[in-house]
Structures are given as C-alpha cells and as structure tokens.
C-alpha cells in the first residue's frame, strides 16, 4: 500500500493511497486521479510528501467518460479488499514489509513523517483521495 499527500489546482489539499506506484501512475495517467473536493484532474503530489521510487509522469490522456465514479469505484474496491490498520498504518507496513505480518493490502492513516520513515526504509507507500459521497463535498 503506498499513500502521500496531494493537492489540486485550486490548493486543496487531500490523501490518496495505492496498491503500488504503478497504480498511482495509471491511475494518473487517465485522470482517474481527482480531487474529492472539487473534482478537479490537476492533482499532483505536494513537494513534501513522498518520493516515489519509479515516479510515473502524467500524460495529458483524456479523461474516461465518468472518470469521478470510475475513482470513487477503484477505491471503494481497495477498501473492500484491504484491511483497515488505522493508526498502525506504519507499523503494519513495517512488519508485512520485514515479513514479521501475512503479505496483504492494508489501509490506515499515517502522517507525513511516516510516510517519508516507510519510504527511506524501501516500504513503498501511496496516498489516494479519500472516497467521499457526494453530499459531504463543499
Ligand atoms: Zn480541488
């Protein structure tokens, strides 16, 4: 699971989690990446969070006819298929990544310090935006 920080071009800020970096990077490349606040394509990671190992740049694609359900859809899909840690995001990242926990895709939250420990120690982590219904936007 990899998870950063994002933000979008009218500055909201937000965070979005993946399988992998090559998720993210698909899922940027056909701008199914969005901001749960405004909809908007234009996300890119903060200059803070993360570096990704193999950064995938986004290319311009078209978005797909719906691509706000599409998102809502993918992530909804890793949280039914991924086990919530909550605030041991770290640590369990840690302990699957050094074996010590069954290889699995977990979810949890996890601060920006975290994130940047888990990635110098190899443990790829990814932030995706949120899924939110539509009535809690603003
Ligand atoms: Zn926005």
């Given amino acids: 699971m990899i998870i950063f920080d994002l933000t979008c071009s ?3 800020r937000f965070e979005g989690w993946f399988r ?8 940027e490349a056909d701008g199914m990446v969005l901001c749960p606040y405004c909809g908007s394509h234009e996300v890119k990671r903060l200059p ?11 290319v311009g694609r078209p978005p797909e006819s719906d691509p706000l359900a599409a998102a809502r859809a993918f992530i909804e899909d890793m949280i039914r ?3 919530d840690v909550g605030t041991a995001f770290a640590d ?6 050094y074996r010590e926990s069954p290889e699995r895709t977990i979810r949890g939250v ?5 994130c940047a420990a888990l990635q110098e120690e190899g443990i790829d982590v990814l932030r995706l935006p949120r899924p939110k219904k539509r009535e809690e936007l603003n």
């Fill in 10 to 12: 009218a500055d909201h």
């Fill in 20 to 27: 992998s970096a090559e998720d993210f990077g698909q899922q």
């Fill in 48 to 58: 803070s969070a993360v570096h990704l190992a193999s950064p995938t740049p986004a």
């Fill in 81 to 83: 298929h991924s086990e």
């Fill in 92 to 97: 369990e990242a840690r302990r699957i990544h």
């Fill in 110 to 114: 996890a601060t920006a310090d975290d």
